[in-house]
């Protein structure tokens, strides 16, 4: 069964570090990637996506994610973070199954981590 | 709409009470996801519907639980017989994905909705 994988379930930083945030999945064939974020009190959002070509993917608000398909890894990455940054973010994944797979859109999500950054 | 929408945004209900959950997608999506999120979880997958017909359903968790979109746009979640465990939010996403060959990638974004927070007493 596929499954993902978050290795941080809560980050606490101050404002200006690095964050990264790992993700990874089990699943031999195609895949899309997400990160979705839901900052308190809102819903969850698409932050970026990977589907096919350049691995390393940019989102909004700075944030960008690299695939790397022999780690089966998507990690999450921001140089400087922001106290707006403070949310719950998800990875999640969509297996691929051929070009017209309409039984098989779900998203399967890992457990989310907290990021928390102090001012 | 602007967005999916979600109603009731909260719900409590005592054991064994019937609850219904609707969703109004983003006009024109044609896909359209429930997904229910425990305290401290990820969403976890639920059913799927693309246009009116429930492609997937293997989420459900028991037979308690039941989706139906009749005209391909609105949906609604129907739980009998709440118990405590059913106690989640229960979230919907809408996506442009059409089924065809060519591009369903391109369409393979959810939009989520702010969801519907059960309480079960």
């Known amino acids: 069964a596929q499954s993902v994988s978050q290795h941080n379930h809560h980050v606490i930083l101050s404002e200006a570090a690095s964050l990264e945030l790992g993700c990874n999945y089990s699943y031999g064939g195609t895949v899309n990637l997400f990160w979705y974020v839901q900052y308190p009190g809102q819903h969850l959002q698409l932050l970026l996506k990977?589907?096919?070509?350049d691995p390393l993917v940019k989102g909004i608000k700075g944030f960008e994610a690299e695939f790397i398909k022999s780690k089966f890894s998507f990690n999450l990455r921001k140089p400087s973070v922001q106290w707006s940054d403070t949310a719950e973010y998800f990875c999640?994944?969509?297996?691929?199954?051929?070009?017209?797979?309409?039984?098989?859109?779900?998203?399967?999500w890992g457990l989310g981590t907290s990021l928390a950054v102090n001012p | 709409g602007a967005g999916v929408s979600q109603s009731p945004r909260y719900k409590v209900a005592k054991r064994g009470q019937d609850v219904a959950l609707r969703c109004d997608p983003i006009?024109?999506?044609?896909?359209l996801f429930w997904y229910q999120q425990a305290l401290g979880q990820g969403p976890e997958f639920l059913t799927y519907?693309?246009?009116?017909?429930?492609?997937?359903k293997s989420g459900l968790p028991s037979d308690r639980f039941f989706a139906e979109r009749p005209e391909g746009s609105v949906s609604t979640l129907k739980i009998q017989r709440t118990q405590q465990e059913d106690s989640a939010v229960y979230l919907c996403?809408?996506?442009?994905?059409?089924?065809?060959?060519?591009?369903?990638?391109?369409?393979?974004?959810?939009?989520f909705g702010p969801g519907t927070r059960l309480t079960v007493l």
């Open positions: 990977y589907f096919s070509g």
């Open positions: 519907f693309q246009n009116e017909a429930q492609l997937d």
């Open positions: 006009s024109g999506h044609v896909s």
């Open positions: 999640a994944v969509n297996a691929r199954r051929g070009s017209n797979a309409g039984n098989n859109r779900k998203l399967i």
């Open positions: 996403a809408s996506s442009l994905y059409n089924g065809l060959a060519g591009g369903p990638h391109l369409y393979n974004e959810q939009f």
